[in-house]
């Protein structure tokens, strides 16, 4: 029973990082993925979340993993140890294992702008192509703590951008030189 813990949370934490990876290969390979891969030289910027939030969530991650195969491994050489510290183990390596999954979800999730378009990367689903000219009205991203823009299609929204995040004032910018009809006196319309 000792080993059962650290077996069913190595097997959890292996299956989990299988997921992401199949993921990430079946969202590259769609048809939209296949003519985003084209046009990508004529992409002109990326807008991304900064890079240190992204390494600090993996480096969360990481230690949370290591803690948790201590907990985990800790309590096969000592059998008089609360079979608790093996459950804590098991949790601290499987959140370890979903932060790991989410700084490689944020550093997949972008907007690479090209002249009359915008590609939107969503982590592990595959790119969605906008053009610009099917943007019907730019919003204040008034859920968001940091200032941002939500891009409609309609009812739908196409993408949103933070200020947090690099590129977000020449993604401003290029909305403004390319679609200046979405811009009024104050901000957006």
Request: net charge positive.
């Amino acid at each position: 029973m000792d080993a059962l813990f650290s077996v069913i949370g190595f097997a959890v934490a292996v299956v989990m990082l299988a997921i992401a990876g199949a993921s990430a290969v079946l969202a590259r390979s769609s048809d939209v993925a296949a003519a985003w891969r084209q046009e990508r030289a004529t992409v002109l910027f990326v807008v991304s979340t900064q890079r240190w939030r992204r390494v600090m969530v993996r480096v969360g991650g990481c230690m949370m993993a290591i803690i948790g195969v201590i907990n985990l491994v800790g309590p096969l050489s000592r059998p008089e140890d609360s079979p608790a510290r093996r459950i804590v183990g098991l949790g601290a390596l499987l959140i370890g294992a979903a932060l790991v999954w989410l700084a490689h979800g944020m550093s997949r999730m972008r907007l690479e702008v090209a002249p009359q378009v915008v590609f939107v990367s969503r982590g592990f689903l595959p790119p969605i192509r906008v053009e610009l000219a099917d943007i019907t009205r730019l919003r204040p991203h008034v859920a968001h703590r940091y200032s941002g823009v939500l891009a409609k299609r309609g009812r739908r929204t196409a993408f949103t951008a933070t200020s947090a995040m690099t590129g977000y004032g020449q993604l401003l910018a290029h909305l403004k030189a390319e679609r200046p009809d979405l811009f009024g006196p104050g901000g957006f319309r």
